[in-house]
């Protein structure tokens, strides 16, 4: 089956521009998590959703925001962006009820000049 | 989440078992210990994961010790494709809501030819 599909694969934004992220999850899935990973800080989480509804919350500022519709795809919205946002953004799709993993998309390389 | 603890960086030779150590002291009873790894540029990958007893599937296999303040991810023969950032997360049941996955540093794992 297809896996995860983030788009675009590489971005380049300058400071003070907003960006939109979008993931396709697996099908079937019906939750998407949205990770943020920089040299310093590694990986960490931003948000999940399932069904629509934020579920939980990472220590984000509120310029990061994201959606999920119907379909379950999901897109995560950063604001005024700066250049400590530049990082690799990735989604990760799973069931969302008794699953055991989560599968992950290749990432959107985001570089804020 | 508990936190983990895992060496910064590991080799093996290609063809050997790779073993690779994780402390979770902190563990608590209803939560499970999960890896993941990430081959350079890629999403991370569901390893495997377990609770108490030990799990084995096709990529690897988990040892969790009696106490579950530490486990050991053995990969059986390793190959030059599993140089990877190796992943050891302590989470809460995969229960409806708890998709959250709190990354640590990991431990570089690199293959020698």
């Known amino acids: 089956k297809a896996g995860v599909t983030q788009t675009p694969r590489y971005l380049i934004k300058t400071r003070g521009q907003q960006v939109t992220l979008s993931c396709s999850p697996i099908?079937?899935?019906?939750?998407v998590s949205w990770y943020q990973q920089t040299p310093g800080q590694g990986l960490q989480f931003l948000f999940e959703?399932?069904?629509?509804?934020?579920?939980n919350k990472g220590n984000f500022p509120g310029r990061f925001s994201g959606r999920q519709f119907s379909n379950s795809r999901s897109e995560m919205n950063v604001s005024t962006l700066e250049l400590g946002d530049s990082a690799l953004y990735l989604c990760?799709?799973?069931?969302?009820?008794?699953?055991?993993?989560?599968?992950f998309g290749q990432g959107t390389r985001l570089t804020v000049v | 989440d508990a936190k983990t603890t895992q060496p910064t960086s590991m080799d093996c030779a290609e063809g050997r078992a790779a073993n690779l150590p994780c402390n979770h002291s902190?563990?608590?009873?209803?939560?499970?210990v999960y890896w993941y790894r990430q081959i350079h540029s890629q999403g991370p990958q569901y390893i495997i994961h377990?609770?108490?007893n030990n799990e084995t599937n096709e990529m690897a296999s988990l040892i969790i010790t009696e106490d579950r303040k530490s486990s050991t991810l053995i990969l059986p023969h390793a190959t030059l494709r599993d140089t990877a950032v190796y992943y050891c997360?302590?989470?809460?049941?995969?229960?409806?809501?708890?998709?959250?996955?709190?990354f640590g540093t990991g431990t570089r794992l690199t293959i020698i030819p």
């Open positions: 099908s079937g899935h019906r939750s």
């Open positions: 902190t563990i608590s009873g209803n939560e499970y």
């Open positions: 990760a799709s799973s069931l969302g009820a008794a699953s055991a993993e989560a599968f």
């Open positions: 959703y399932f069904s629509e509804t934020q579920r």
């Open positions: 997360i302590v989470r809460p049941p995969p229960n409806f809501g708890n998709e959250k996955l709190t």
């Open positions: 377990g609770l108490k």
